[in-house]
């Protein structure tokens, strides 16, 4: 199992938790801090009175909701078509390692320049694995 394009899902699965709990580590003394109610939540741009830093933890969850279901079906599809070779287990594992280090960079020193040079290149690997797939079907 430690070469199944299945592990690397289950860490960035595994990492969407972590942020999720950071998330509400810095969101919920935020808001109590801010004296915000938790139904003002309720409508959009009502938490941005928040500090930057339960901001970021809440976009980065929010980035780990967006892109990476497009990472999750093309692993199961890979997995499942029998295509789980070591190149795409490692595009897999590049990708997870790339999402990692924009999450870290988002929730702590937040340089767009670099995160977004760690976001592009975890879509390459992204791009190169769905290429890949591709491919094997032609």
């Not at 199961?76 to 029998?82: A, D, I, M, R, W």
């Not at 070591?86 to 995160?115: C, E, P, T």
Request: proline share 4%.
């Amino acid at each position: 199992m430690t070469d199944s394009i299945l592990n690397p899902i289950l860490a960035l699965i595994c990492w969407s938790l972590l942020i999720w709990l950071l998330m509400y580590i810095r969101r919920l003394p935020a808001m109590q801090k801010a004296g915000l109610d938790p139904q003002e939540a309720q409508f959009p741009g009502s938490l941005n009175v928040l500090p930057a830093a339960a901001r970021g933890a809440a976009d980065n969850y929010n980035h780990l909701m967006e892109q990476p279901t497009i990472f999750y079906a093309l692993g199961f599809y890979v997995h499942l078509s029998g295509g789980a070779d070591v190149i795409a287990i490692s595009l897999a594992w590049g990708y997870v390692v790339l999402r990692v280090l924009h999450s870290l960079v988002q929730v702590s020193v937040n340089l767009v320049i670099f995160r977004f040079g760690l976001f592009a290149l975890s879509t390459v690997c992204l791009f190169a694995l769905a290429v890949k797939s591709l491919l094997v079907i032609w």
